[in-house]
């Protein structure tokens, strides 16, 4: 019912910046929380920034001063980006699209989309 499309994962030496989208679409009524996990291997899936429909965010300590979370909410547009620089070989992971809001098909639920995953790896 919500499709979440991510892009702009790659390899990227240490020091180096990333610019990640998630576009979401479907049958969306209302949005209260878009962001960012990340899972490394044999670890937890953990956040990373998450920014609610009306701008507050809130980030990882880990990420703090080097991870920006922005979002675009325009009609027909529901984007959120997350700008990741001074990246660190501990910043590699698959980084997952979160989407949290209601349906046209369940208004009165709060529904729950996560993305395919977009790869993220920091190494010289």
């Known amino acids: 019912q919500v499709q979440l499309v991510e892009s702009g994962g790659g390899l990227v030496q240490p020091g180096g910046s990333l610019r990640l989208s998630c576009a979401a679409s479907?049958?969306?009524?209302?949005?209260?929380?878009m962001g960012w996990y990340r899972q490394a291997p044999g670890k937890e899936r953990d956040l990373v920034a998450i920014i609610t429909s009306g701008g507050s965010t809130n980030y990882a300590d880990s990420v703090k001063g080097r991870f920006t979370i922005s979002s675009d909410n325009a009609k027909n547009t529901n984007m959120v980006y997350l700008q990741m620089n001074s990246l660190k070989p501990e910043d590699t992971a698959v980084y997952y699209c979160?989407?949290?809001?209601?349906?046209?098909?369940?208004?009165?639920?709060?529904?729950?989309?996560w993305g395919q995953g977009t790869q993220v790896t920091v190494s010289s």
């Open positions: 479907g049958s969306i009524f209302k949005i209260n929380v």
């Open positions: 979160l989407w949290k809001g209601y349906t046209y098909y369940s208004i009165s639920t709060l529904s729950v989309y």
